[in-house]
């Protein structure tokens, strides 16, 4: 007769009380049935770990189930004190910062432009400040950081030409205040985490996110994964070649904007978003600049479909601005003969970066509660 499968009962406590930290993250308060069917384990299993958990300062009770009577119906959830993480986007013009529960609910947040003469590092943990103060939160409630930043960030979390012994003299600066682990990533590549995740390629096993801000870049996903390259550099596509442009001249950005204005008889001081208000006044300059733009980052996504030829691109930032996705589709059209290209618009416009930083912070914070909680704590040596 074969005997049952046996392990030892820790492991199976641990495996226990993950499947239901993550369910209670997941969902939110539970009732003890509704763990049951959430995790499939079995009223006895759910007693014991909950147990445990109210042990460890790990979950709380969180109301009544209005439809359950007597002692079921009370709901358990997440202790709102075992802390948050910090989500942090930085441009070049300013910082938004959001404090968000092991859940991935956003409690508190704050942006503000960079000061003149203020350190971007002192300006970061002003605004995680003063979110921790909205909350009555202690310093060490901030358990890490997951920080996106334009620009090219290596494997390691390093920001390409940042000084200082660990490969980035922002990131250990910002830790050092922080006094937590701090996690450095691409904006746009957290832009397409987000669209990834929840947003407009939720259903897309590869897309092309092509992100308009300052300049143009894409994050790139493959078999549903985010590719960062061997060093960081996939999706800086702002610099691919086109004619007549000289090589390693930008594509798009603020002062090509200009030029495309001087050429074109117009204000070289207009920003491109100046241009998309005035062309969807009807402005013929504006059109023709915004024509332009929308005729290069077409060639931008047709190279990138050569080579990866992703399902669709997703348009985010100022690139989801509708006079621009309207000018995009209309070139892309008269290609679509010899190269078929789709285009989508971002779930989340211009916060896409935060987005994906809010919920790559929310699953670090998770994994690092998690494992500290059911971690058994080293017994004295006698």
Same mark, same amino acid.
């Given at each position: 007769m074969s005997r049952p499968l046996a392990g030892p009962q820790g492991l199976l406590?641990?495996?226990?009380?993950?499947?239901?930290?993550?369910?209670?993250?997941?969902?939110?308060?539970?009732?003890?049935?509704?763990l049951m069917s959430t995790t499939g384990l079995s009223r006895t299993a759910v007693t014991q770990v909950l147990r445990m958990l109210e042990g460890a300062g790990a979950v709380a009770a969180a109301g009544l189930d209005r439809e359950t009577r007597?002692?079921?119906?009370?709901?358990?959830?997440l202790h709102p004190r075992l802390g948050f993480a910090a989500a942090v986007h930085v441009d070049h013009h300013a910082a938004h910062v959001? !404090?968000?529960?092991?859940?991935?609910?956003?409690?508190?947040?704050?942006?503000a432009a960079f000061p003149a003469n203020e350190d971007?590092?002192?300006?970061?943990?002003? !605004?995680?400040?003063?979110?921790?103060?909205?909350?009555?939160?202690?310093?060490?409630?901030?358990?890490?950081?997951?920080?996106?930043?334009?620009?090219?960030?290596?494997?390691?979390?390093?920001?390409?030409?940042?000084?200082?012994?660990?490969g980035g003299a922002f990131r250990a600066a910002l830790a050092a205040e922080l006094e937590c682990p701090v996690r450095i990533e691409n904006d746009v590549n957290l832009a397409a985490l987000a669209e990834l995740t929840v947003g407009a390629g939720a259903d897309l096993a590869s897309f092309a996110l092509l992100l308009l801000d300052?300049?143009?870049?894409?994050?790139?996903?493959?078999?549903?994964?985010?590719?960062?390259?061997?060093?960081?550099?996939?999706?800086e596509v702002m610099y691919l070649p086109q004619t007549p442009l000289p090589i390693g001249a930008p594509i798009v950005s603020d002062a090509v904007v200009g030029d495309l204005a001087l050429a074109a008889g117009g204000d070289a001081d207009m920003s491109l978003a100046e241009h998309l208000e005035s062309a969807a006044g009807g402005d013929e300059t504006s059109l023709r600049i915004v024509a332009e733009?929308?005729?290069?980052?077409?060639?931008?996504?047709?190279?990138?479909?050569l080579v990866l030829d992703p399902e669709a691109f997703i348009l985010s930032g100022t690139a989801a601005h509708p006079e621009l996705v309207a000018a995009i589709r209309r070139v892309a059209s008269e290609y679509s003969a010899q190269l078929p290209l789709r285009f989508l618009v971002?779930?989340?416009?211009?916060?896409?970066?935060?987005?994906?930083?809010?919920?790559?912070?929310?699953a670090a914070l998770r994994g690092a509660l998690f494992t500290r909680i059911l971690t058994p704590a080293a017994k004295p040596g006698r």
């Open positions: 406590r641990t495996l226990n009380g993950r499947a239901i930290l993550e369910a209670l993250a997941r969902s939110g308060p539970q009732t003890r049935a509704e007597g002692p079921a119906a009370g709901r358990v959830g959001a !404090l968000v529960d092991a859940g991935g609910a956003v409690r508190a947040e704050h942006h971007r590092v002192a300006h970061i943990i002003g !605004l995680v400040e003063h979110c921790r103060r909205t909350l009555r939160a202690a310093k060490n409630a901030v358990h890490l950081a997951v920080v996106g930043v334009p620009g090219i960030v290596t494997a390691d979390g390093g920001i390409r030409d940042d000084l200082g012994p660990d300052d300049g143009l870049g894409a994050g790139i996903v493959i078999d549903g994964a985010l590719h960062r390259g061997f060093s960081g550099v996939a999706g733009v929308g005729r290069r980052i077409v060639l931008v996504a047709g190279s990138v479909s971002s779930s989340f416009g211009p916060e896409a970066p935060l987005v994906g930083a809010v919920g790559e912070a929310a």
